[in-house]
């Protein structure tokens, strides 16, 4: 096993007797992992990575980072001791200090005189913070494996797992299992003697509203990407590009070649498959025009069926459209030690139909009655389209919410509890509508865009960033979220279409490359689930094995495999949250508690 970071800290709760004490996290055995604290709070975590620092200070409080810090807004650009500084920030400023941090880590600072601990997950949501209660103790962790290893515990969380079949994600605070949870993105998580606390320190804001001309904007969004590139420069060490032939990482390839590093550049090929998702011919211009080294990793089905298992443990659970993420073994195999992305922050980007929808929603009219009545008929795209409009005018939220993989109905008859679904979607929309209330005093389009980051982004195309990333021994970097450029791009009035992006672009790139389509990127799996991955489908959803995970309906699952390999329907990513669900059941049911006995921690740990 791989420990990241992994501590416990014993809890006594309000107004009841003395909780048992922490489990004792085994001391290290084996060379490259080490602990550090003692006493209420201790850790495990994996030495001989920059991206893994820590601090102790003679009063017994101590820091844990896991990823990256790349300035401390007003303090310094370039942090010797990260872990020191972030201690001294939390001890002037309190959780507010962390607001200060341009970063894509995990933090835990464990005040020792107030006998408090603090694990918080940065503005971004890069990084990683999982935590869970047992026999007394929390134990938190940036690395939900870890706490399945300690922990016999094996219950989906059923409102996460009916998102996932929905949406094909899952929101913090859940996480796919009831008893572990996810710190949220500008939270953190404060444990002492009163108990557990999830508290925001910081959120989004479209305040004050910028008023420039498009000159001065052009000129101010080059300083502040050129800065985000700088700070987050890789000086001595390999670096790695994905490449997709969009704006976003063609500019991001122009800006390091800019600065003086020349990246290997990498960009997915999808085998049995010839369309849109496979970028290569845009990426290679794109390439080619910065200078810098390119290479197609190709991936095929074989690569799905024969690491499968892997893939889940590397995301630390199910996932979608993150799938061709998980094959980095190419850029691993290459010696880099940075992984650059250039995804940007898609809810900055509001499309005409939200605008149109979210104005539609002051109106006093019963948007969610009109929504039920169009949802039983849906015949046309037409309705389909009205739908969306009228769902973003009673939410507020973002037309990723309202495009089901699975809809309501489906989801419901493929459950062996239908009624599971209903009390699933309330649970949903309660936790939807807590997210969008943490924004109130914003206009409707950052409300909107603030859900998006903290439901969406950081938990589906973030974490398999970090995930995966981490996963291989990467330290990925995604310069269009430092926090100085993403407040600049939220304080302009939203335009569609990367406007700002793409003028900013045009000076540095031929207009092809500047003003080039959006796609989306992703493997082909209704593609290969009807042909050569047909076979393995149907021997991942055999009907024993679905009726062992008891979650499915088998005969009814075995009717969407008919319906998808014939070509009569299009259920390839159901079926495949169908078929990573399970295999993700079945992990869990084997790992959980795996290291709850001394012996087992000691012997593993490492």
């Not at 005189?113 to 949501?125: E, H, N, S, V, Y």
């Not at 015949?379 to 009673?394: K, M, P, Y």
């Not at 993989?405 to 309660?430: C, F, G, I, N, S």
């Not at 389009?445 to 950081?458: C, F, K």
Request: with cysteine; net charge positive.
């Amino acid at each position: 096993m791989t420990v990241r970071l992994i501590g416990s800290v014993s809890l006594r709760a309000r107004h009841e007797a003395p909780a048992a004490s922490a489990p004792a996290l085994a001391a290290p055995t084996q060379i490259g992992v080490r602990s550090i604290g003692n006493g209420p709070c201790s850790a495990l975590l994996r030495s001989g990575r920059p991206d893994i620092q820590s601090f102790q200070d003679q009063d017994g409080s101590f820091v844990l980072i896991d990823g990256e810090i790349f300035d401390i807004f007003g303090e310094t650009a370039r942090l010797r001791n990260a872990a020191a500084a972030v201690l001294a920030l939390y001890r002037l400023h309190g959780i507010e200090g962390f607001a200060r941090l341009n970063s894509n880590a995990a933090v835990a600072v464990w005040d020792a005189p107030a006998q408090r601990l603090i694990f918080a997950r940065d503005r971004t949501g890069l990084g990683l913070c999982y935590w869970m209660e047992r026999n007394g103790a929390i134990l938190f962790s940036s690395d939900l494996v870890s706490l399945l290893h300690r922990d016999d515990r094996t219950e989906l969380n059923s409102e996460a797992i009916d998102l996932f079949l929905a949406s094909g994600f899952i929101s913090s605070p859940w996480t796919s299992l009831r008893h572990i949870h996810k710190v949220p993105l500008g939270h953190c998580l404060i444990v002492d003697a009163q108990g557990t606390q999830l508290k925001r320190y910081w959120r989004q804001s479209g305040k004050p509203r910028l008023r420039l001309s498009k000159q001065d904007t052009i000129e101010r969004l080059a300083e502040l990407v050129n800065q985000a590139v700088a700070r987050q420069q890789s000086v001595g060490a390999r670096s790695g590009l994905l490449l997709s032939s969009g704006v976003d990482s063609t500019l991001l390839a122009a800006l390091l070649a800019r600065h003086g590093m020349k990246p290997d550049t990498f960009t997915f090929r999808y085998t049995h498959y010839e369309g849109k998702y496979n970028e290569s011919p845009g990426a290679l211009r794109a390439a080619q025009h910065c200078g810098l080294p390119h290479t197609e990793m190709f991936v095929g089905p074989e690569d799905v069926s024969s690491s499968l298992e892997e893939v889940l443990l590397r995301h630390q659970g199910p996932l979608t459209y993150g799938l061709h993420t998980a094959i980095l073994k190419d850029i691993a195999e290459s010696g880099a030690q940075v992984l650059y992305s250039g995804q940007g922050n898609g809810s900055l980007c509001p499309s005409t139909t939200e605008r149109f929808a979210l104005a539609l929603g002051h109106l006093p009219f019963p948007h969610r009655a009109v929504a039920r009545l169009l949802r039983k008929r849906i015949d046309s795209r037409r309705s389909q389209r009205l739908l969306r409009v009228g769902l973003i005018a009673a939410t507020g939220l973002n037309w990723r919410f309202h495009a089901p993989l699975t809809d309501d109905a489906a989801r419901a008859e493929l459950y062996l509890e239908p009624e599971r679904t209903e009390h699933a979607v309330a649970a949903q929309h309660e936790l939807f509508q807590s997210v969008i209330a943490q924004y109130d005093g914003e206009s409707d389009i950052d409300r909107m865009s603030g859900a998006l980051q903290s439901l969406y982004t950081a938990d589906g195309t973030l974490h398999w960033t970090a995930a995966f990333s981490r996963s291989y021994g990467l330290l990925p970097r995604c310069p269009y979220f430092d926090s100085d450029l993403i407040d600049f791009l939220y304080r302009l009035p939203r335009q569609t279409g990367k406007a700002e992006i793409r003028s900013y672009a045009s000076q540095l790139l031929p207009p092809d490359l500047a003003y080039a389509k959006k796609l989306g990127q992703t493997i082909p799996i209704s593609l290969w689930f009807r042909g050569p991955l047909a076979a393995w489908l149907r021997q991942q959803l055999d009907r024993d094995r679905i009726a062992a995970a008891g979650l499915f309906h088998p005969a009814r699952v075995q009717a969407l495999v008919d319906q998808h390999v014939s070509g009569a329907a299009d259920r390839g990513w159901t079926l495949w949250i169908i078929l990573v669900l399970t295999a993700w059941q079945e992990i869990v049911r084997r790992e959980a508690g795996r290291l709850l006995s001394a012996e087992a921690m000691i012997s593993r740990t490492g």
